[in-house]
């Protein structure tokens, strides 16, 4: 299938999925909204990926939404002149955008991001919805919205405090400053840096195939679970996996598991079943 944001291959077990203009510095224009949640979501429901790797072309990474969505996309609900249902439909507006990163925290496999050069405004209200960050050297981040008189709303100011510091997010989010890949990393948004773009793309790659050799119903359950302690008590979590294990637990997979340990050989685990559309099938 042919989109114009994205480019999207199988490497293998990995879904890779590659934004594609990086000419036009990767911004976020309407069909981009559109096009990201119907990729990721295909790739979960289709459960055959093992992970999804996210990079992109060109010099950076993402320059953030494309003006075109406030010209284009009606957000503010032109053509409606009652106060409440104009305020309704800006209502609506956000959580639509939200949902084109909510897929990627809700995708049945990791999501694992490659970042290089710039990093801004909805890059980050995306980047923090995936399982995991990578950077090059030369990366760095910017909550833009602040800098154009606005309130990031798409999931930056939701989801960044739960990976680093508060006080961090405070100063990024008040300020609008540039952070950088190294600081990035002390704080712990990003896992690893890189020194070049290709090495990054290569590293990340490497680790979804290391992520592709697990169990990937006991991967599921992983991040399942840790997506729920991240928002939840230790108890209420406690018990979300005694439940979970209680439905879902595999002893077929741990019987693979330590034969391919004693073999040396990497594990063959059943793909995840595909999501069902309907109840005809």
């Not at 494309?66 to 032109?78: I, M, P, R, Y």
């Not at 990366?139 to 919205?145: D, L, R, V, Y």
């Not at 169990?215 to 399942?224: D, F, Q």
Request: proline letters at 4%.
């Amino acid at each position: 299938m042919t989109y114009e944001c994205f480019e999207v291959t199988n490497v293998g077990k990995i879904a890779h999925v590659q934004m594609s203009r990086g000419e036009n510095l990767n911004t976020m224009v309407p069909s981009f909204w559109k096009e990201l949640p119907e990729i990721i979501n295909a790739i979960s429901d289709e459960g055959r990926a093992r992970a999804i790797v996210i990079s992109s072309t060109g010099r950076h990474f993402c320059a953030g939404m494309d003006l075109a969505v406030f010209t284009e996309g009606n957000l503010s609900g032109e053509g409606k002149t009652e106060r409440g249902r104009l305020n309704a439909n800006t209502r609506s507006s956000a959580l639509l955008l939200q949902e084109s990163f909510n897929c990627l925290e809700r995708a049945r496999m990791p999501v694992l991001v490659a970042i290089q050069g710039g990093c801004v405004g909805g890059a980050v209200d995306m980047v923090t919805a995936a399982d995991m960050r990578y950077a090059t050297a030369d990366a760095w981040f910017c909550i833009q919205e602040i800098n154009i008189g606005m309130t990031a709303d798409v999931g930056t100011l939701q989801r960044l405090p739960k990976l680093v510091p508060e006080g961090v997010v405070r100063e990024l989010a008040y300020t609008g400053r540039r952070m950088s890949a190294q600081r990035a990393y002390e704080v712990g948004l990003v896992n690893q840096i890189f020194e070049t773009h290709e090495e990054l793309v290569e590293g990340v790659l490497d680790i979804a195939n290391e992520i592709a050799t697990k169990s990937p119903l006991a991967i599921w359950g992983t991040k399942e679970s840790v997506n729920y302690a991240r928002d939840h008590s230790v108890a209420d979590s406690l018990n979300f996996i005694a439940t979970w294990q209680a439905g879902m637990f595999q002893p077929k997979d741990m019987a693979a598991a330590f034969e391919a340990q004693a073999s040396s050989e990497d594990p063959d685990f059943d793909d995840l079943p595909p999501m069902r559309k309907g109840l005809g099938s």
